[in-house]
């Protein structure tokens, strides 16, 4: 019984085909198409402010060369934010439970953060390894510890997606599986373990989108100390 709890992090299958194929097709039907009218329609507004806001939002604590930046962190922001709230809908699974995808996520653009920062301004960089007024003794001992946090930070990222996510939706599934099991035998109980159900369904919603703001926000913050 404990391992049909996990079956809902594999990709259903329908004749073969893996559902999560056609659920990847839904984002594409809400995206604007050309047009030559000079006033958009409400849903194409609400997308260009959804984006305005969130590039806004991540560019604000970087400096201008660190502008650069925000095609990928508002691209990588909106694909999180996708995948994490799909995830929710039925017959698919979420991809951003799996530690791979998230690491192969997290990985690269924090490598790409630190890189920059020993190339653009290598002193600075090294010199966050080393507190101001550290005394002597400590200096080996403390460079040994800021050194294994930096190269934990990547491991942070993914491992908080992936248990965030994962912790709710094995709450969702528990709690689902108790409504159907006391339905038949404790119908008010039933009842009222629906309503927490439905409670916490919108908190894994509003869990979804605020990890995938955490997510490109630390980045940020890792590449505004290196810019």
Known sequence: MILTFFDQFSSPYLLGIPLIFLSMLLPALLLPTPSNRWITNRLSTLQLWAINM?????????????????????????LLLTINLLGLLPYTFTPTTQLSMNMALAFPLWLATLLTGLRNQPTTSLGHLLPE??????IPALIMIETISLLIRPLALGVR??????AG??????ISTATITLLPIMPAVSI????????????????????????????????QENI
């Not at 560019?59 to 930046?69: A, C, D, I, N, Q």
Request: aromatic share 6%; charged share 5%.
């Open 161 to 166: 997606l992936t248990a965030n996510l994962t």
């Open 54 to 78: 969130i590039t806004k939002q991540l560019m604000t604590p970087l400096s201008k060369p660190g502008h650069k930046w925000s095609i990928i962190l508002t691209s990588l922001m909106m």
């Open 169 to 174: 939706h094995l709450l969702i599934q528990l």
């Open 192 to 223: 009222i373990t629906a309503m927490v159900l439905l409670l916490l369904t919108i908190l894994e919603v509003a869990v979804a989108m605020i990890q995938a703001y955490v997510f490109v926000l630390l980045l940020s913050l890792y590449l």
């Open 133 to 138: 007024g550290t005394p002597t003794p400590l």
